[in-house]
């Protein structure tokens, strides 16, 4: 029987630390760039100010680094307290990618930061703007590895179900890693961290001009993080698009909770708003009271009114001419693959290969079905991701990124224009607007990992079935110490970089 309570907590104290880990991800990953293009172009004029406005963009990232590197190395560790059966299972696979990441990227990240805090001065200028750049790739190859291993979970591929070992073993390694997936998922990711933090470097700009501070240091700052984020967002809206067709084609029930859309039809509609009901018989919530557009989904996705996408319903009990195969279905399968499993092992035992390979046949035949024999086809609600959190977590997400270009075209016009010192209404917006950008950015990855539910790995690992056997008091004990240990944290680096913000210009350059 499963403790219903020790799977909650353990997901929740993983979900703690993914959030407070997420909230310095993408400035770290974008900064360091923003670093080393304000160190080349001070090589390139021998401005000494644009080495002043590195040096203060250098104190900010090593602060907001130093907070990451301890949430990264938790949020790691967790993978064997939290879900040692898990890191068993397909450590092989999983673990391969994350041990590169510490191996290439972290060491090769950390070196060249120790170059860029503690020896200008000690090194030549070049020297020290090639260690700048070292440390962005670093940062973003980091980011490589580690999304490369998420978008696994969200679609193994490549590996191969071992009837012997009962572990899932590699099968080809340079196609888990250039899983085209996985890069549209970095690029996705990485231009949307650069976006976010476009943001948060156009704050603390505007800051210093309602402050009639720094005006010069500000209004470069601006330029450079307006002008990259025109790049970044570009990007993010292509990878968009690509990342939704992926998730259309191997993540469908995540797609259809995200619409809260339960039956096909050949004009996919998109709902603005709805509320919901509570949940029915099957445990699964129904919308009420919405608001659509006609036909948008459709056109926004696929271009193609006929493209088959299976909804709710349709995954669940649809048994058609349709490819589909319900869960309904592949519940019952399941029975065939654990017999098949059960008899490939006992003719193991019995010596007798001829018995084994039919067996294994068998088993190879439905093992795509073996995970669905967790679920109870009386209760398919358990196979659908919580529908009103995915809905309005990428509502509200959809907004704020919709709102941001705008806004942030606002600023760049101004700046080039000159007129930003006098605009105190798109000074105040932007300082009012990072804490709903902060927002956004962490249901990003509400969406991606809420909508992967009920599963660990998508289709092959139920989330109840791969814990560590803690007790639900142990988990309630380091949820909440962690919860606190981060919040100090998360203040005292806010409070660490609102200093170095009001201390500026005082920054003394190293000699």
Same mark, same amino acid.
């Given at each position: 029987?499963?403790?219903?309570?020790?799977?909650?907590?353990?997901?929740?104290?993983?979900?703690?630390?993914?959030?407070?880990?997420?909230?310095?991800?993408?400035?770290?990953?974008?900064?360091?760039?923003?670093?080393?293009?304000?160190?080349?172009?001070?090589?390139?004029?021998?401005?000494?100010?644009?080495?002043?406005?590195?040096?203060?963009?250098?104190?900010?990232?090593?602060?907001?680094?130093?907070?990451?590197?301890?949430?990264?190395?938790?949020?790691?560790?967790?993978?064997?307290?939290?879900?040692?059966?898990?890191?068993?299972?397909?450590?092989?696979?999983?673990?391969?990618?994350?041990?590169?990441?510490?191996?290439?990227?972290?060491?090769?990240?950390?070196?060249?930061?120790?170059?860029?805090?503690?020896?200008?001065?000690?090194?030549?200028?070049?020297?020290?703007?090639?260690?700048?750049?070292?440390?962005?790739?670093?940062?973003?190859?980091?980011?490589?590895?580690?999304?490369?291993?998420?978008?696994?979970?969200?679609?193994?591929?490549?590996?191969?179900?071992?009837?012997?070992?009962?572990?899932?073993?590699?099968?080809?390694?340079?196609?888990?890693?250039?899983?085209?997936?996985?890069?549209?998922?970095?690029?996705?990711?990485?231009?949307?961290?650069?976006?976010?933090?476009?943001?948060?470097?156009?704050?603390?700009?505007?800051?210093?001009?309602?402050?009639?501070?720094?005006?010069?240091?500000?209004?470069?700052?601006?330029?450079?993080?307006?002008?990259?984020?025109?790049?970044?967002?570009?990007?993010?809206?292509?990878?968009?698009?690509?990342?939704?067709?992926?998730?259309?084609?191997?993540?469908?029930?995540?797609?259809?909770?995200? &619409? $809260?859309?339960?039956? @096909?039809? !050949?004009? %996919?509609?998109?709902?603005?708003?709805? =509320? /919901?009901?509570?949940?029915?018989? *099957?445990?699964?919530?129904?919308?009420?009271?919405?608001?659509?557009?006609?036909?948008?989904?459709?056109?926004?996705?696929?271009?193609?009114?006929?493209?088959?996408?299976?909804?709710?319903?349709?995954?669940?009990?649809?048994?058609?001419?349709?490819?589909?195969?319900?869960?309904?279905?592949?519940?019952?399968?399941?029975?065939?693959?654990?017999?098949?499993?059960?008899?490939?092992? &006992? $003719?193991?035992?019995? @010596?007798? !290969?001829? %018995?084994?390979?039919?067996?294994?046949? =068998? /088993?190879?035949?439905?093992?795509? *079905?073996?995970?669905?024999?967790?679920?109870?086809?009386?209760?398919?609600?358990?196979?659908?991701?919580?529908?009103?959190?995915?809905?309005?977590?990428?509502?509200?997400?959809?907004?704020?990124?919709?709102?941001?270009?705008?806004?942030?075209?606002?600023?760049?016009?101004?700046?080039?224009?000159?007129?930003?010192?006098?605009?105190?209404?798109?000074?105040?917006?932007?300082?009012?607007?990072?804490?709903?950008?902060?927002?956004?950015?962490?249901?990003?990855?509400?969406?991606?990992?809420?909508?992967?539910?009920?599963?660990?790995?998508?289709?092959?690992?139920?989330?109840?079935?791969?814990?560590?056997?803690?007790?639900?008091?142990?988990?309630?004990?380091?949820?909440?110490?962690?919860?606190?240990?981060?919040?100090?944290?998360?203040?005292?680096?806010?409070?660490?970089?609102?200093?170095?913000?009001?201390?500026?210009?005082?920054?003394?350059?190293?000699?």
């Amino acid at each position: 029987m499963v403790d219903v309570a020790l799977v909650d907590w353990s997901r929740a104290l993983f979900a703690l630390t993914a959030l407070y880990h997420w909230l310095f991800v993408p400035f770290t990953l974008w900064v360091t760039f923003i670093i080393a293009i304000m160190e080349t172009i001070y090589i390139r004029t021998w401005n000494s100010e644009w080495k002043k406005i590195a040096q203060f963009w250098i104190r900010v990232f090593a602060i907001n680094f130093a907070i990451w590197v301890a949430t990264w190395i938790i949020l790691e560790f967790e993978f064997w307290t939290n879900w040692s059966n898990y890191s068993w299972f397909v450590g092989d696979i999983f673990w391969a990618p994350l041990a590169i990441e510490g191996i290439m990227a972290f060491f090769m990240e950390t070196t060249f930061l120790a170059i860029l805090l503690f020896w200008w001065g000690r090194v030549s200028d070049k020297v020290h703007m090639f260690a700048a750049w070292m440390t962005a790739i670093g940062s973003n190859l980091s980011a490589v590895w580690i999304l490369i291993a998420n978008w696994w979970m969200q679609n193994p591929v490549w590996m191969v179900f071992n009837p012997e070992s009962m572990r899932n073993e590699m099968w080809n390694f340079w196609e888990v890693i250039f899983n085209p997936a996985g890069m549209d998922k970095f690029l996705h990711t990485i231009s949307s961290s650069y976006t976010f933090a476009s943001v948060l470097v156009v704050w603390i700009s505007a800051w210093y001009l309602l402050k009639k501070r720094e005006r010069s240091f500000a209004k470069k700052s601006i330029i450079v993080a307006s002008t990259f984020w025109l790049i970044a967002s570009t990007l993010n809206i292509v990878t968009w698009d690509i990342s939704w067709q992926y998730v259309a084609q191997k993540q469908t029930m995540k797609l259809a909770s995200i &619409e $809260a859309l339960y039956d @096909w039809q !050949e004009w %996919a509609p998109f709902t603005v708003f709805a =509320t /919901f009901a509570d949940k029915n018989n *099957d445990g699964i919530y129904e919308k009420y009271n919405y608001i659509e557009i006609p036909k948008a989904l459709s056109l926004l996705l696929w271009w193609n009114t006929k493209f088959f996408v299976p909804w709710v319903n349709d995954l669940l009990y649809w048994n058609s001419e349709y490819w589909i195969v319900s869960y309904i279905d592949r519940i019952r399968n399941w029975k065939i693959a654990i017999q098949a499993l059960a008899d490939f092992r &006992e $003719a193991k035992k019995a @010596w007798d !290969e001829t %018995a084994a390979e039919v067996y294994l046949t =068998t /088993f190879r035949q439905y093992e795509k *079905d073996f995970w669905y024999g967790y679920f109870d086809e009386t209760n398919l609600g358990e196979l659908v991701p919580h529908i009103p959190i995915l809905f309005y977590s990428f509502r509200y997400m959809l907004l704020i990124w919709f709102t941001l270009p705008l806004f942030l075209l606002l600023i760049l016009i101004s700046t080039y224009r000159n007129k930003i010192d006098k605009n105190t209404f798109l000074q105040k917006t932007a300082i009012l607007f990072i804490p709903l950008v902060y927002l956004a950015t962490e249901l990003w990855w509400v969406v991606a990992e809420v909508g992967r539910q009920p599963w660990v790995i998508q289709n092959l690992m139920p989330t109840k079935m791969w814990m560590t056997s803690n007790t639900v008091w142990d988990l309630q004990f380091v949820f909440f110490m962690f919860a606190i240990i981060f919040t100090i944290l998360l203040i005292a680096a806010l409070k660490i970089v609102i200093a170095e913000i009001i201390r500026w210009p005082k920054i003394e350059e190293s000699k």
